[in-house]
């Protein structure tokens, strides 16, 4: 697939070495930042006696702030200049790391973690459009590549940092090094940004689609509120009146983005995207690979600590195999694209279907005897699926998207998986919390092998990437 990318701006300067170093480190923050944290919840459990859905919500309403303000952030940045935003951007999540380093209660977390993800949505979406501004040719490509490896490397550092960090336990901080480490970091990415990064922004900015942006929000809190605080509070009555409300609200979301397209104007996710048929049916792939993909991760950090009884570097030590493996993967995928096209999706899934298979056994066979080395072969799998599927995915669902809507395909692909690892946390996290520790991860596994195996059946029929 090539995607047709926007030329550089006449008169604006081309990005340096030092200039790509700035960006890809804004880029690496927020992914470094969501998967840090899963290291480091049992020990957040331990220190603010948090609950169950407490702990969802410090992971997921970092992700539904960030998935609903993600195309605001890249309409902002293109109305008021990348750079300025990219700024901004930077200094809100470096300020709300240390608010979250800080944190004197859960509640307070949990908040500042929402507020996280909002700025990491108005950082983030400047990253792509600053490359695609002050790039060209074979730049841009090296540029992108670039950019493409840097989620994977993120989950690998994550992992591993986030462990590292909790066990060293410097002077009795417990957990907090793993928001307070971004301040440093931070400060000098603003520095950096002042003096590498151009400043550019669109001749004609879309609007924000503010109706759009309050009827998605309604429709995923409605949703997801009583999914995550239904249980421990006993379903009263307001958490039915809220799941309701969600399809109405999500179905009033569909009906105002119709109407704004139809009149001419720019809604939030165009849903004349989804007639084309990479996208319709990519999406539809996605969603549930997500789903799968945030709530897995929770469970699984959960389960280690808690229920395995692994420290936190050992514990990341543990998911380290999958994030190394889904880096590896993700880089070969291209060049199998080009021998089996869309068949790399069947093929990533299979593997992946076989990992969770393989966990499964594991835990059933070995528990509560089970250590990290044992479950390497799983968690292997379970990365070379993943790392298979996820680009060759992001690749057919942006491979037909007209080139005038490249932005906005990868805006709604974006706000999808956001939206759907935050769904998938809440969702699995709340049928986890309904069992011990064993069958809780058992059970939460076999879901995600059932979508998997969906996925492996529906990929048959997506389209082809390369023609």
């Known amino acids: 697939m090539t995607t047709v990318l926007p030329l550089a701006a006449p008169g604006t300067r081309t990005l340096s070495r030092a200039g790509l170093a700035t960006v890809l480190l804004g880029a690496a923050l927020a992914p470094i930042d969501l998967f840090i944290v899963n290291v480091a919840l049992p020990t957040i459990d331990a220190d603010l006696h948090a609950s169950t859905a407490t702990l969802e919500w410090i992971v997921a309403g970092y992700g539904i702030a960030f998935a609903l303000l993600l195309v605001v952030g890249g309409r902002l940045g293109d109305a008021f200049g990348r750079r300025r935003m990219f700024i901004a951007g930077l200094s809100a999540f470096t300020l709300l790391s240390l608010v979250c380093g800080i944190a004197p209660d859960a509640t307070t977390l949990v908040l500042a973690r929402a507020a996280q993800g909002a700025a990491a949505a108005m950082l983030v979406p400047q990253v792509l459009s600053i490359i695609q501004a002050t790039t060209t040719g074979e730049h841009r490509a090296r540029t992108l590549g670039y950019y493409g490896a ?6 690998v550092v994550g992992q591993l940092l986030g462990g590292v960090l909790v066990s060293a336990d410097l002077g009795g901080s417990g957990w907090r090094p793993i928001f307070l480490v971004n301040v440093p970091i931070g400060v000098l990415g603003v520095v950096l940004a002042r003096r590498t990064l151009p400043e550019t922004r669109a001749e004609h900015p879309m609007p924000v689609d503010r109706a759009g942006t309050a009827l998605l929000g309604t429709a995923l809190l409605a949703l997801l509120i009583p999914l995550m605080e239904g249980r421990a509070l006993g379903w009263p009555v307001w958490c039915w009146v809220l799941l309701a409300l ?3 609200a999500a179905a009033a979301f569909v009906a105002v983005e119709r109407r704004v397209e139809a009149a001419g104007g720019v809604p ?3 849903m004349s995207l989804l007639r084309t048929p990479t996208m319709r049916r990519g999406l539809g792939i996605a969603a549930p690979f997500f789903v799968g993909f945030g709530g897995f991760l929770f469970v699984y ?3 280690l600590q808690d229920g395995l009884h692994l420290g936190p570097l050992e514990s990341g030590l543990a998911l380290t195999p999958l994030a190394v493996a889904f880096l590896g993967a993700s880089l070969l995928s291209s060049r199998l694209v080009a021998r089996l096209g869309h068949r790399v999706v069947v093929l990533g899934a299979s593997t992946q279907l076989l990992g969770l298979l393989t966990l499964v056994t594991t835990v059933l066979l070995a528990w509560p ?10 968690t292997l799998l379970c990365g070379i699926g993943q790392g298979l599927t996820a680009p060759t995915m992001f690749r057919v669902i942006l491979s037909r998207v007209p080139a005038s809507s490249a932005g906005v395909g990868s ?3 974006t706000t999808t998986q956001q939206t759907c690892l935050a769904l998938g946390v809440a969702l699995l996290g709340t049928l986890f919390s309904a069992f011990d520790f064993e069958r ?9 092998a059932l979508l998997v195996a969906g996925i492996a059946f529906a990929a048959r029929r997506l ?5």
Do not use: H
Request: aromatic share 0%; net charge negative.
């Open 246 to 248: 969600s399809p109405v």
């Open 150 to 155: 840097t989620g994977g490397i993120a989950m």
């Open 369 to 378: 005897d089970v250590n990290a080395l044992a479950l390497v072969p799983g």
């Open 301 to 303: 950090a959960l389960t």
């Open 268 to 270: 939030l996710l165009p």
């Open 411 to 413: 805006g709604m692909l």
């Open 440 to 448: 809780g991860l058992v059970t939460v596994t076999l879901v995600q």
């Open 463 to 467: 389209p082809d990437p390369r023609g």
